[in-house]
């Protein structure tokens, strides 16, 4: 597989810096029949001009179940009372914004950040919608099939795109999963070698810490080298079969982990304050916030968190006003102003939402159900605009008075940001092409235009 | 350029069709089916399939590449998909020509100026489930969406109507101005719908739904136009990669009617990578070897079309036949042309039966013995003293437990340990598993006695009680039709509530002592859940039983253990060949199906007979397969066939058998609490004993009947755990450990690095790694410890180690 962290170094390191297996990995992907060396020394020349990326890491909180953004970012107090629903638009930092009610922290950053409320897609399940955000590739499967993680087993995650295509910068993974694996959050047809690494222990837990992250200290470096230096020696490449070949893969992960100083460092939340832990919201999506952060820091290209809960079909009023707004409203809020604060918002693209919107109407059982054709998408940092509302929806928050933004814009937009060619392609197994993205443009409004 | 190299291969094969498809033989005519066509109704198709055939059963698919001329009249028309559409009343003919050849086809077509009404129940309701309306994801859902609920996959063609035409006060439909039905406008996109537009506006099924809502949007019973059979053409294809095949599907009418549903079928495939079809029902052949069933589905019917994609090894030579499985096996494999890999050697041999059968390692004594022993039938002597030991049961017993969910939290310490007791005390005594099943679900009594009778403590009605029991013995899935006409089966919700009728009577009791007994006595039938119907209780597919049973359950178990009982052999054999060859011959292992055939169904076919003949022995039934030299081959080494049984696929170990093997292998036992020292992992009936291990290698927390909770994917988290946990490492380093024992000894270094692998990996050491582990031992006691232990720690974490091959 090509290994595209050369592709996007700005310097080049001349030929010499070219294995024979590297060459083999590349001449083995089948990226183009002919590319010869001189060939790839050239297109690694030339790759990243045209626009310097800002954006060095994504954050990308996830709502998964479908957040009511019409009741957080996108109200409609001239609707119906079955549309509109029980709270109130405030204003924000920026003159003639509104959000609802209960965002009122997000509301005092709303300088920071920009809203686009066009999002709209028709995959209205949730195991196929997680499917589709993620990879911008439609669901072949039924919803509600196969919920094990992870369910995209041919396309790439979003996290493993810029995985591959950025690789680490740091001592920690590139692309790590926390609390949970994102349901859709896998490495498809790329392998093993760019799924996330999850941290299997959630950071609101007192006693949370990222288990056996280091070896056994009173061997001493002498004797875990040999150990390594042995296991090498006995076990010699090839015979990657199966779960046995993937396990390959994991086990060379973990080596680079547990030689990093920077990742015990930055998976220790111990080293935060109160006062920063707390404006973050002692909860499960704050602390996660403060995690991506710190991981950000050192290096990580791609934080998912995965926040769950948001699948408000049934007395939906409470459980929003009381948990899941405020949670979202303070993690947002304290990640965007202290990421700002360390003069790291420039390059770090924060991105929240969900797998789809919810129905205008409020339904019988006084709860919102599936509306993927309209949700509103919070994007801070990373080199967007900020300040600005992209798009409206119409009176009822049916769907967007005009040009729809697609998961596949959006996608482009994060890989743009990020310096990823979006139309660069890579052959599935089976020898199929498939570009980083199919289709869809640049949102330009989010960039300025 | 592996791609460039395929490319190259794929357009060899390309050229060597040609030039067969241009020899002058018989093989050069090209077909066409059908032969006539009769269209009836403006809305109505015919899709013809073109191809030549060619020597070994393949074809040469022309459909896409024949030239279409319509010769004689103007009745019809057709694309260059070869899809033909009526005009307008009358006859033609269709001249249909290739590379110098022509046929000609009759065309017939009425009902264009004065059509049959349409029928909602078998015109417009399949548009609604190809269009994905009435899908489990959106208005096919129990609660709906957005207040317009359908019934899911169109099982109830009145519900779906009353909800169209009725409900919403009316105003889905507009029969005075059919455009302007909401229907439309909303399925058109032309107002915002969620779903998106899923029907184009102007297409045949747009036309078709117009036409019946400008008719009256009647409902019409249609009894006499319901599908009663589906055919598929062809029902077979052998095809190269990267080959295309149209196929034709038929629905036969209760009236014996005939038409062509090609556009209106659902397919699916259950083996993507080897073939499947488009919208259009073009099947595509991938390039992985091996067997695909393509399904097909319209209006609760299903057939498939299987499709075989031979490998390039046809011609090896057969190797040696120990018993039916493998004489079976290779009638496969030569047909799949795929060469079966070698015999394996003794120590992979002697690993994989010892982890499978008792799941435990040979110690290195054992190995050393078994190696060096010369007895010309010392594998299956080997089987043979395995299945006599105690952690045969306890292993079995342990797997049966998730299955049958004994879960602590649900029952309690003592209702787990009755039922892990019960199980065990079966598997020691080799109980017959047709006594075993039917122990199972006619059970009684008290849940902390000694009896299974605590399985039917966590399934808490009727129904849950129905579809465990199903699931576990019977491998179908029928919790599909609790709410709808199963998709792929023919099962329907009176199916379902008539087997949910066996179960009724059974209940729960409160003794004097406060202990929980399950009672059973007489049973009701239940209502169908749409018609309010009673339905009789009833087996799948059997007649109904006697109403006043004492225990209705007792009827069912007869019905199951008959010999002619067409599921639970199968289920059985399939569901003990999964445990021994790492994935089932059908799989997911307790799905079988019509539409989910097995990779070998004659395989099959065979062992379910064994295990009749066998009297449903399951040690005898074991050994059978252990015998086999199709479970003797080689472990595969490089990518290439994972489905077929070609070669052996290495395997996740269970998170207790892999405890248990690092365990045994450090020399320094788990303690468990409560538990006795020595106590092992495979024993354990508690699971929810705290253990980081056992959760992140994957033990299931039993919350349902499926095999597929056990989790078998290998993680980040796993690697670290091996590598550097403190559990781990204190095990290794241990004072009273097997490499402070080594170190300690005698033994010149390259023993001790004999002795791991014998313990470690049921094998000696190659000269290389001898070598290379010799090499780090250094003179003194402490080094020789700390060599001992790094030997230990890098041969834990090695593939061959963790995985079963």
Redesign the interface.
């Known amino acids: 597989m090509m290994d595209s962290r050369d592709a996007n170094a700005t310097h080049c390191p001349g030929p010499t810096a070219f294995s024979r297996r590297r060459m083999l990995k590349i ?2 992907s ?1 990226l183009l ?1 002919g590319l010869t060396l001189p060939r790839f020394l050239q297109l690694q020349a030339t790759a990243g001009t045209g626009s310097t990326p800002r954006a060095k890491s994504c954050i990308f909180l996830f709502l998964q179940g479908g957040p009511s953004t019409i009741d957080m970012w996108d109200l409609k107090p001239d609707a119906p009372v079955e549309v509109r629903g029980p709270y109130k638009p405030i204003s924000t930092k920026v003159p003639g914004t509104f959000v609802g009610e209960h965002c009122h922290r997000t509301a005092k950053i709303a300088d920071k950040m920009t809203m686009l409320r066009t999002h709209s ?5 949730h195991t ?1 919608g997680c499917h589709y955000l993620f990879t911008g590739q439609r669901a ?1 499967f ?3 099939a196969n919920s ?1 993680v992870p369910v995209n087993d041919l396309y790439p995650s979003v996290g493993s795109v810029v995985s591959r295509e950025l690789g680490p910068r740091g001592g920690v ?1 590139p692309y790590i999963n926390v609390p949970h694996p994102l349901t859709a959050g896998g490495p498809g047809f790329y392998g ?1 070698e760019h799924a996330p ?2 941290i ?1 222990s959630d950071p609101v837990q007192p006693d949370f810490e990222v ?6 200290a009173k ?1 001493g470096d002498i ?1 875990n080298r ?2 390594q230096e ?2 090498r ?3 010699p490449e ?2 990657r ?4 070949g ?3 893969t ?2 060379e ?3 680079g ?2 030689s990093s100083p920077t990742a015990r460092l930055a998976f220790d939340l111990s080293k935060e304050n109160d006062k920063t832990r707390d404006a973050y919201g002692r909860t499960s999506l704050g602390q996660c916030s403060l995690l991506a952060r710190r991981l950000v820091a050192s290096g990580c290209r791609f934080v998912g968190v995965d926040h769950g809960s948001w699948d408000t ?1 049934f007395t939906c009023f409470p459980s929003l006003e009381k948990e899941l707004i405020p949670h979202a409203d303070m993690a947002f809020s304290a990640l965007v102003s202290d990421l700002a604060d360390r003069g790291m918002l420039d390059e770090t693209l924060v991105v929240m939402m969900g797998e789809m919107g919810r ?1 205008p ?1 409020v ?1 019988a059982q006084a709860g919102r ?5 309209a949700q509103t998408v919070l994007f801070a940092g990373g080199g967007i605009v900020p300040g600005k509302v992209i798009g409206a929806t ?1 009176k009822n928050g ?2 967007p008075t005009a040009d729809p933004v697609s998961i596949q814009d959006i996608l482009r937009t994060i890989f743009h940001l990020m310096g990823i060619d979006s139309d660069k392609t890579y ?1 599935t197994p ?2 199929r092409p498939v570009p980083v993205v199919s289709g869809g443009r640049i949102i330009d409004s989010l960039l300025g235009a | 350029m592996i791609q460039l190299a395929f490319f190259r291969r794929q357009h060899c094969a390309m050229v060597m069709v040609l030039l067969l498809a241009c020899s002058p033989s018989a093989f050069c005519q090209i077909s066409v089916s059908p032969a006539s066509i009769e269209l009836d109704g403006p809305e109505s198709t015919v899709q013809l399939a073109v191809w030549k055939p060619l020597p070994g059963g393949r074809v040469l698919e022309l459909t896409r590449m024949a030239r279409y001329q319509i010769i004689d009249g103007n009745a019809a028309g057709i694309d260059a998909n070869g899809l033909v559409q009526p005009k307008a009343d009358g006859n033609a003919t269709l001249e249909i020509s290739h590379a110098g050849e022509t046929r000609r086809v009759p065309v017939v077509v009425k009902g264009v100026k004065h059509p049959q009404p349409v029928s909602f129940a078998t015109q417009v309701v399949p548009i609604l489930t190809k269009s994905g309306c009435n899908s489990g994801g959106c208005h096919g859902k129990a609660e709906g969406q957005n207040g317009f609920k359908l019934t899911v996959f169109g099982y109830d063609a009145a519900a779906d109507h009353q909800a169209i035409v009725v409900e919403g006060r009316g105003r889905r439909v507009s029969t005075g101005a059919p455009m302007s039905s909401l229907l439309l406008l909303k399925g058109t996109a032309a107002v915002p719908h969620g779903g998106g537009r899923k029907i184009v506006e102007g297409s045949h099924q747009y036309k078709l739904v117009a036409r019946w809502l400008a008719e009256g949007a009647r409902f019409d019973d249609a009894v006499a136009g319901e599908t009663v059979r589906l055919e598929v053409e062809p029902a077979t294809s052998r095809m190269a990669p990267g080959e295309s095949r149209q196929l034709r599907v038929v629905s036969v009418g209760a009236d014996g009617r005939r038409r062509c549903v090609t556009t209106e079928a659902e397919f699916d495939t259950n083996a993507p990578n080897v073939a499947g079809a488009d919208r259009k029902g073009l099947l595509r052949a991938g390039d992985v070897p091996g067997e695909a069933a393509v399904l097909v589905r319209y209006m609760n019917q299903v057939a498939v079309c299987r499709v075989t994609l031979p490998g390039s090894n046809s011609g090896f030579p057969r190797p040696p036949e120990v018993n039916f499985i493998d004489t079976l096996a290779w009638n496969k494999l030569s047909g799949l042309g795929l060469a079966p890999a070698g015999l394996a050697d003794d120590s992979t041999y002697m690993r994989r039966v010892y982890l499978d059968t008792i799941g435990t390692l040979p110690t290195a004594a054992e190995a050393r013995a078994f190696l060096l022993d010369k007895t010309p039938e010392k594998r299956a002597l080997l089987a043979d003293a395995l299945f006599r030991r105690p952690e045969y049961a306890d292993y079995r017993a342990l797997l049966w437990s998730d299955l049958l969910r004994v879960d602590r939290d649900a029952l309690k310490a003592q209702g787990s340990v009755a039922m892990a007791r019960w199980l065990r005390h079966a598997f020691a005594t080799n109980m017959p598993y047709d006594k075993f099943a039917r122990a199972i679900i006619t059970a009684r009594g008290g849940i902390s006695g000694d009896s299974p009778a605590s399985f039917y403590k966590v399934l808490d009605n009727s129904e849950s009680m129905t579809r465990s029991v199903s699931q576990l013995f019977l491998g179908v899935r029928i919790e599909c039709a609790q709410c709808h006409h199963h998709p792929s089966e023919k099962w329907g919700q009176d199916d379902y509530v008539a087997l949910a009728g066996f179960f009724t009577g059974v209940g729960k009791k409160v003794l004097p002592d406060g202990s929980e007994a399950i009672v059973a006595g007489p049973a009701v039938d239940l209502k169908h859940p749409r018609t309010k119907v009673l339905v009789p209780a009833r087996p799948l597919g059997g007649a109904p039983v006697a109403a006043d049973l004492p225990d209705r359950r007792e009827a069912l178990a007869d019905w199951m253990l008959h010999p002619s009982n067409p599921y639970f052999a199968r289920a059985a054999a399939n569901r003990i060949w999964a445990h021994y060859f790492g994935h089932g011959l059908v799989e997911p292992i307790d799905d079988l199906r019509a539409t989910n055939p097995a990779v070998n169904e004659e395989l099959l076919d065979a062992l379910a007979g064994h295990l009749r003949d066998v009297k449903y022995d399951l040690i005898a039934f074991t050994k059978s397969i252990v015998a086999s030299r199709l479970y003797q081959l080689a472990a595969a080494a490089d990518a290439g066939d994972e489905r077929n049984f070609s070669r052996s696929m290495p395997r996740t170990l269970p998170a207790e058998v892999l405890l248990d093997a690092v365990c045994q292998v450090t020399g320094v036992p788990e303690k468990f609490s409560g538990w006795p020292v020595g106590a092992r992992a495979i024993q354990l009936w508690d699971n929810r004993m705290p253990s980081y291990f056992l959760q992140v290698f994957g033990r299931p927390v039993r919350a349902t009947v499926c095999a597929c909770e056990r989790g078998a994917d290998p993680s980040i988290s796993q690697a670290l755990h091996l590598m550097n946990s403190p559990e781990i490492q204190a095990r290794i380093r241990s004072r009273k450990g097997v490499a402070a024992r080594l170190a300690a000894s005698s033994l010149p270094p390259d023993a001790i690095v004999d002795e791991l692998y014998l313990s470690c990996l049921a094998r000696f050491p190659t000269p290389m790694e001898r070598a290379a582990m010799v090499r780090i031992f250094g003179d003194g006691q402490e080094a020789r410890r700390s060599a001992a232990e790094d030997a230990l720690w890098a041969i834990i974490n090695t593939r061959e180690f963790v995985y079963n091959h």
């Open positions: 001449g083995a089948g029949p897609h028709n995959d209205n399940g196929t072949a039924a919803d509600g094990r993974p093993a690494f999850v299997e288990k056996d992250l280091l070896p056994d061997l004797r040999r150990r042995l296991l020696a006995i076990q090839g015979n079969v199966g779960a046995a993937t396990m390959s994991y086990y992960k973990a080596r982990l547990i079909h129905t109407r339904n159900d599936h509306w993927s054709m119409d049916t769907q052959y089976l020898g």
